[in-house]
């Protein structure tokens, strides 16, 4: 469904990508794990069209998707839950979703937002508080809650779980799961590793913006390399 062959992306010259490929199917939960600065937030970001790639390309279910920006992006179905929520902090939360339908005629945007308050009762409990008055994990749900608006059929999430408390980690990873079984295709960048390896289907290892390791979410979980390298105990990936 998603196809990624040979992507090379930079910030002027600094290259940040430097030849990632990898396929990704629809209803599978795709992890990017590696140490900070590996690329995984900018594979993200390109995956999400706000940075166009120097080269390789980018297809979304057969389509060529390589030159076009989030707009045209999020038209076909590709959602962005960026890293610091980035919720408008001075609408209210039914306002933040009404965002996310932009695109969407009054009947779809209406429909859409009740399917989320159903997924959230907490934001149905809380439509007309500002989203900046929200905690942190109900503002991470109202950002998840804010790209599914779009009725996405990928959705990117940066960093799922950073600076939760963990009950909200555990709600965050339900709607996650619930997202998965209803068919969409989930790229995950998680701090938490661990919590990344428990749930993703598919595993990429990221290196200085390249791929060094690339398997199954229980291949990863079995493999010392990287339980050691990423869950703390003995020496690096292997390729
Ligand atoms: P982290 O876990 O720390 O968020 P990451 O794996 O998401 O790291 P990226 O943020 O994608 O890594 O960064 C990849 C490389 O690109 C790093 O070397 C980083 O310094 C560089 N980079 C990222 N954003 C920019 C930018 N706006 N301008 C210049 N270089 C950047």
Redesign the pocket.
Known sequence: MLSVQNLQCS??D?L??HDLSFEARAGEIFALI????????????ALAGHLLPRSGSIHLGGDDVTSIGPRGRLARGVALVP?GRRVFADLSVEDNLTVGGHLQSLAELKANRDNVYTTFPRLAERRSQLAGSLSGGEQQMLAIGRAVMACPTVLLV??LSLGLMPKMVDECYRVIDTLKDQGLLIML?E?STQRALDVADQVVV?ES?RSSWQGSGLEARQNPSIVGAYLGTIEGPEG
Do not use: S
């Open positions: 910030y002027g600094i940040a990508l590696g140490a900070n600065g590996a690329g995984k937030t900018t594979t993200i970001m890293e940066d960093e960048v701090q990221m913006g």
